[in-house]
């Protein structure tokens, strides 16, 4: 399986930051990889796709790169609203995987 | 609007069986892979099932193999998920999730597997 590996695991910002989220593929993925928001006590949320494309009604503040092994997520202007955790998520090879999460709390 | 709904959920015992059920609305059922993806603080996001289209091709993690069975029906567009011999490493909050072109683009609100005596 591949293993998908998400840093920080935990990290707090500031209102208006510019946050970076970075996620690590065992091996290349292409650009078969999502991100996914997630409040407490709700389902995960899609963001983003194919590395860098934004799922229909997500702003535009979300951004995502890379390809192969290595993709990051971007939060520009963070918003209070925000906060949560976030998986990325490989679709390259079945089975399809997840990483451990990266929970951000704003300061 | 898609829309995903799970129900069937609960508390059940060791060794005991549980069937889930997806509602689904807004696409048309039939063209898409529905998925079975479950989560716990401990292992985090797990694929757990797949079932195509059609309903002709099922697939499942190894971890579910020979416990759990995915079927469909595409005339009451559900899906449904029957868990056998289950054990405390299958509690978790279940997800119905459908899939367009290898990506989960929706999620329903979650089904919880409590396997306790």
Same mark, same amino acid.
């Given at each position: 399986?591949?293993?998908?590996?998400?840093?920080?695991?935990?990290?707090?910002?500031?209102?208006?930051?510019?946050?970076?989220?970075?996620?690590?593929?065992?091996?290349?993925?292409?650009?078969?990889?999502?991100?996914? $928001?997630? @409040?407490?006590? @709700?389902? =995960? @949320? =899609?963001?983003?796709?194919?590395?860098?494309?934004?799922?229909?009604?997500? =702003? !535009?503040?979300?951004?995502?790169?890379?390809?192969?092994?290595?993709?990051?997520?971007?939060? !520009? !202007?963070?918003?209070?609203?925000?906060?949560?955790?976030?998986?990325?998520?490989?679709? !390259?090879?079945? =089975?399809?995987?997840?990483? $451990?999460?990266?929970?951000?709390?704003? @300061? | 609007?898609?829309q995903l709904v799970e129900?069937?959920?609960?508390?059940?015992?060791?060794?005991?069986?549980? %069937?889930?059920?997806?509602?689904?609305?807004?696409?048309? +059922?039939?063209?898409?892979?529905?998925?079975?993806?479950?989560q716990t603080p401990e292992?985090?996001?797990?694929?757990?099932?797949?079932?195509?289209?059609?309903?002709?091709?099922?697939? /499942?993690?190894?971890?579910?193999?020979? %416990? +759990?069975?995915?079927? %469909?029906?595409?005339?009451?567009?559900?899906?449904?998920?029957?868990?056998?011999?289950?054990?405390?490493?299958?509690?978790?909050?279940?997800?119905?999730? %459908?899939?367009?072109?290898? +990506? /989960?683009?929706?999620?329903?609100?979650?089904?919880?597997?409590?396997?306790?005596?």
């Open positions: 399986d591949i293993q998908m590996t998400q840093s920080p695991s935990s990290m707090s910002a500031s209102v208006g930051d510019r946050v970076t989220i970075t996620c690590r593929a065992s091996q290349g993925i292409s650009n078969n990889l999502a991100w996914l $928001q997630q @409040k407490p006590g @709700k389902a =995960p @949320k =899609p963001l983003i796709y194919g590395a860098s494309s934004l799922q229909s009604g997500v =702003p !535009s503040k979300f951004s995502g790169s890379g390809s192969g092994t290595d993709f990051t997520l971007t939060i !520009s !202007s963070l918003q209070p609203e925000d906060f949560g955790t976030y998986y990325c998520q490989q679709y !390259s090879s079945s =089975p399809y995987t997840f990483g $451990q999460g990266t929970k951000l709390e704003i @300061k | 609007e898609v129900s069937g959920g609960g508390l059940v015992q060791p060794g005991g069986s549980l %069937r889930l059920s997806c509602a689904a609305s807004g696409f048309t +059922f039939s063209s898409y892979v529905i998925n079975w993806v479950r292992r985090g996001l797990e694929w757990v099932s797949a079932i195509t289209g059609g309903g002709g091709k099922t697939y /499942y993690a190894d971890s579910v193999k020979g %416990r +759990f069975s995915v079927s %469909r029906d595409n005339s009451k567009n559900t899906v449904d998920l029957q868990m056998n011999n289950l054990g405390a490493d299958d509690t978790a909050i279940y997800y119905c999730v %459908r899939i367009r072109s290898s +990506f /989960y683009d929706y999620w329903g609100q979650g089904t919880q597997v409590t396997v306790s005596s």
